[in-house]
């Protein structure tokens, strides 16, 4: 199917490898976007190129604390838009008082999530950004 335009393969080579060796190409296998380690060793053997698809895992946990801190701001959002729909329909001077007080609240918590949030892209700048 894909190797119809190429030279028939009609030949086989047979040989052993020790164990690091075989790991390390099952290694390579296992990134790169071969099938078969058959298919792995053409490409060496006939000097092809090798895509070898890596993942930096080192951005996982602050990706996961940013994420946090997006659902957490989102959350207060509500909760301030929720207040401040009662506090328009509230009778009493009293009660749009409590209610401010209640939207000075969710803003203090507004207001610790963007300082860890300024804090954490003050660290990922300081690791991905040139100087």
């Known amino acids: 199917m894909g190797r119809q335009n190429e030279e028939r393969l009609d030949y086989k ?18 990134n790169s976007n071969r099938r078969t380690m058959s298919a792995l060793l053409r490409d060496v053997l006939e000097h092809e190129k090798i895509v070898i698809n890596t993942r930096d895992t080192t951005l996982d946990k602050a990706m996961e604390e940013l994420s946090g801190i997006r659902k957490e701001l989102l959350a207060i959002g509500v909760n301030i838009n929720q207040v401040t729909r009662r506090f328009h329909q509230a009778g009493t001077l009293d009660e749009q008082l409590a209610l401010s007080q ?6 203090s918590l507004t207001s610790a999530k963007i300082e860890t949030l300024f804090k954490l892209i003050d660290q990922l700048s300081e690791k991905w950004l040139p100087e």
């Open 102 to 107: 209640n939207v000075l609240k969710e803003f």
């Open 13 to 30: 080579i047979f040989t052993r490898v020790g164990k690091t060796k075989f790991d390390e190409m099952t290694s390579l296998l296992n």
